[in-house]
């Protein structure tokens, strides 16, 4: 469970930063604050889509 979610949190970490990051240097025209909800939503569907597909090991 703890490694699900390590992968879970670091993959949405990830998308967060790059989202911010293409965001500033291709739409600057875009409120901060409207890049802000952008870039956390999509941080928290590439978390839901990880926590998805990063199943646990079970035998």
């Known amino acids: 469970m703890t490694?699900?979610?390590f992968l879970t949190i670091?993959?949405?970490l990830i998308v967060m930063v790059l989202?911010?990051?293409m965001l500033e240097k291709n739409y600057?025209?875009?409120?901060f604050q409207t890049?802000?909800?952008?870039a956390?939503?999509?941080s928290?569907?590439?978390g839901l889509i990880?926590?998805?597909l990063f199943r646990d090991d079970r035998k």
């Open 19 to 21: 989202a911010m990051w």
């Open 40 to 42: 956390a939503g999509a």
């Open 28 to 31: 600057t025209e875009i409120a």
């Open 3 to 5: 490694k699900r979610l």
């Open 10 to 12: 670091s993959a949405m």
């Open 50 to 52: 990880s926590y998805i």
């Open 44 to 46: 928290v569907l590439s």
């Open 35 to 38: 890049r802000v909800i952008i």
